[in-house]
């Protein structure tokens, strides 16, 4: 079964049961915290949302939901955030506009995601959505077999969620982590 699939059943299927928020964000192998160099695990970040967990250099808030870990006065970034502004470069910015600031053609990402969890961010990527009334019609196309999209799909959350609480800036983050052995794994899983 393809990642994609996987994913979209598990959306999906979180939908209909009204549990997506208990999906986890990737599918990875067991992992073990990941540490800073003195050897403890470092949970604080700048901005408002503080991850309640780091699990293979992913970092998650108090619901699971992915976060950000920016430090250094904001120079500094975890892998997967580093990974959305990738990704959200190469398949988003056409749209939603640079840094997620939106477009004439698309809604600023940077307002849309203030609020927003991660199951309706997934719902949205993996169906789409349509927004149509007497002056616009809005539509966002379902990326659900889209595997640049789907294989990242929260890394970019990551990226929008930073970006959407004010704690990294615009432009490209100047320093991250490295990237942890569990996202090669789970991307080279995702993308065959």
Not at 27 to 45: F, I, N
Not at 115 to 129: C, E, R, S
Not at 166 to 176: F, V
Request: aromatic share 8%; with cysteine.
């Amino acid at each position: 079964m393809r990642c994609a699939d996987r994913v979209t059943g598990l959306i999906l299927a979180g939908l209909a049961a009204g549990s997506l928020s208990t999906i986890p964000a990737r599918a990875a192998p067991p992992a073990t915290p990941a540490a800073t160099a003195s050897g403890a695990a470092d949970l604080k970040s700048e901005g408002p949302t503080q991850p309640a967990k780091v699990q293979d250099g992913q970092y998650t808030d108090k619901n699971g939901d992915p976060t950000y870990h920016i430090t250094d006065n904001g120079k500094k970034v975890d892998w997967y955030t580093m990974s959305g502004y990738l990704r959200y470069n190469a398949n988003c910015i056409v749209c939603h506009g640079p840094d997620g600031m939106g477009s004439t053609y698309a809604p600023s990402l940077v307002d849309a995601l203030k609020g927003m969890d991660y199951a309706h961010f997934a719902g949205i990527i993996v169906g789409g959505k349509k927004d149509v009334n007497a002056s616009q019609e809005l539509v966002m196309p379902a990326f659900g077999d889209n595997r640049n999209v789907m294989c990242y799909m929260p890394d970019i959350y990551t990226y929008l969620r930073a970006r959407s609480d004010g704690a990294l800036g615009r432009n490209r983050p100047p320093e991250h982590e490295p990237k942890p052995a569990a996202f090669e794994k789970a991307e080279d899983a995702c993308m065959k």
